[in-house]
T-cell receptor, first 115, second 114 residues
Framework: AQKVTQAQTEISVVEKEDVTLDCVYETRDTTYYLFWYKQPPSGELVFLIRRNSFDEQNEISGRYSWNFQKSTSSFNFTITASQVVDSAVYFCALRGGNRDDKIIFGKGTRLHILP | DVKVTQSSRYLVKRTGEKVFLECVQDMDHENMFWYRQDPGLGLRLIYFSYDVKMKEKGDIPEGYSVSREKKERFSLILESASTNQTSMYLC?????????????FGPGTRLTVT
């Protein structure tokens, strides 16, 4: 069975601090896809990144970076120099390689950036 | 840009009413999904559709039905609303044909059943 665990339910940091959101996944598939979504207070989930299981390169996009490690089944997300606008709920998700596979979401981490 | 719209942001209905939640996407996506989101439970899949006229049960289909008569529109129906269906409902769409494609979400409908 596939599973996504986001152990941090809620995190608070002061603006300009770096913060890492953890994501650990379980799957028996050799081909799979990992995603991160952001849900700001407005409610709409916004897609941030997709990573496939064959690509372990870390990704950086501005202040955001993602560390994918198959050895530890983790796909962690770091925000550098956090800003108040980063306050949101962040979801990690997993989908198997079959086109009919459903996406499995973690329960989310609520991030508070304090001014 | 992909756009997924939902008919209402907020909705208040009475117990026993029939409720329709509408979702429309404008990117010609084959796949569409309905989720509910509750505190502490994350997102749970109610129903999904791979294409027009097709529907599949998700993890929590009880008390819900769906309709997909046109490719761009996916409706969620609460046949007889109950208070335990008070929740945030999120619609999503995705390009078909591959597992790698990401889902795009609508803004959500916060439904209160009294």
């Amino acid at each position: 069975a596939q599973k996504v665990t986001q152990a941090q339910t809620e995190i608070s940091v002061v603006e300009k601090e770096d913060v890492t959101l953890d994501c650990v996944y379980e799957t028996r598939d050799t081909t799979y896809y990992l995603f991160w979504y952001k849900q700001p207070p407005s409610g709409e989930l916004v897609f941030l990144i997709r990573r496939n299981s064959f690509d372990e390169q870390n990704e950086i996009s501005g202040r955001y970076s993602w560390n994918f490690q198959k050895s530890t089944s983790s796909f962690n997300f770091t925000i550098t120099a956090s800003q108040v606008v980063d306050s949101a709920v962040y979801f990690c998700a997993l989908r198997g390689g079959n086109r009919d596979d459903k996406i499995i979401f973690g329960k989310g981490t609520r991030l508070h950036i304090l001014p | 840009d992909v756009k997924v719209t939902q008919s209402s942001r907020y909705l208040v209905k009475r117990t026993g009413e029939k409720v329709f939640l509408e979702c429309v996407q404008d990117m010609d996506h084959e796949n569409m999904f309905w989720y509910r989101q509750d505190p502490g439970l994350g997102l749970r899949l109610i129903y999904f559709s791979y294409d027009v006229k097709m529907k599949e049960k998700g993890d929590i289909p009880e008390g819900y039905s769906v309709s997909r008569e046109k490719k761009e529109r996916f409706s969620l129906i609460l046949e007889s609303a109950s208070t335990n269906q008070t929740s945030m409902y999120l619609c999503a769409s995705k390009k078909g044909g591959g597992a790698s494609y990401e889902q795009y979400f609508g803004p959500g409908t916060r439904l209160t059943v009294t």
